[in-house]
């Protein structure tokens, strides 16, 4: 799987937009780039993906850069619930080895003030 | 809609026994995958199985197994446990057939904290 490299660690203050970079160089012209978020004491949940264009949906923006080597997930207004260890994570559809295996990496983990 | 479930939350074990952890998906999710969570290593992922049928598998010794039944319902089982099985075991579903349309998201259920002593 292509590797990703996200900062260690962000901090933002409540109601302010965050931006959560990804750098994916190697991404192959079939990956689709993830994103998935942990809160404390819950499993991973799905947040938005995309493979070209940029997305929004309820929760964030994905904005995907035009050589497709980096991103940014993109949260408009953080509230404290928010505070999570964020991956991105890109995702082959070659099959085989692709069934169902997400490869997470270390995260940022995001730190929202009052 | 009824998230992803996983029984049971927390368990405690021996060392040198087995446990067999229990999963079920989101109703009309066909796929099912499990990842084990530790804090040197992360999330790492184990297997995915779908209609039964075991499709992908990662690292893990043979030790880790699992199967699927007919309901979509998944167990994954680890014998003869070790002091670092102690993790958090994860499940996820997918409504995904074939990733070549499109990968589509998983939805993780809340995991099975198992601390082997």
């Known amino acids: 799987d292509a590797k990703t490299t996200q900062p260690n660690s962000m901090e933002s203050n409540e109601e302010e937009p965050v931006h959560l970079p990804c750098n994916h160089s190697t991404i192959s012209g079939t990956d689709y780039i993830h994103w998935y978020r942990q809160l404390p004491s819950q499993g991973p949940e799905y947040v938005i993906h995309g493979l070209t264009s940029n997305v929004n949906n309820r929760m964030a923006s994905l904005a995907i850069a035009e050589d497709r080597k980096s991103s940014t997930l993109i949260l408009h207004r953080a509230t404290l619930r928010d505070a999570a260890v964020y991956y991105c994570?890109?995702?082959?559809?070659?099959?085989?080895?692709?069934?169902?295996?997400?490869?997470f990496g270390q995260g940022t983990i995001l730190t929202v003030h009052p | 809609k009824a998230g992803v479930t996983q029984t049971p939350r927390y368990l405690i074990k021996t060392r040198g026994q087995q446990v067999t952890l229990s999963c079920s998906p989101i109703s009309g999710h066909r796929s099912v995958s499990w990842y084990q969570q530790t804090p040197g290593q992360g999330l790492q992922f184990l297997f995915e199985y779908f209609s039964e049928t075991q499709r992908n598998k990662g690292n893990f010794p043979g030790r880790f197994s699992g199967r699927q039944f007919s309901n979509s319902r998944s167990e994954m089982n680890v014998s003869t446990l070790e002091l670092g099985d102690s993790a958090l075991y994860l499940c996820?579903?997918?409504?995904?057939?074939?990733?070549?349309?499109?990968?589509?998201?998983?939805?993780f259920g809340p995991g099975t904290r198992l601390t082997v002593t």
């Open positions: 996820a579903s997918s409504s995904t057939r074939s990733v070549r349309i499109s990968p589509s998201e998983q939805y």
């Open positions: 994570i890109l995702k082959g559809n070659a099959g085989g080895t692709s069934y169902g295996k997400l490869t």
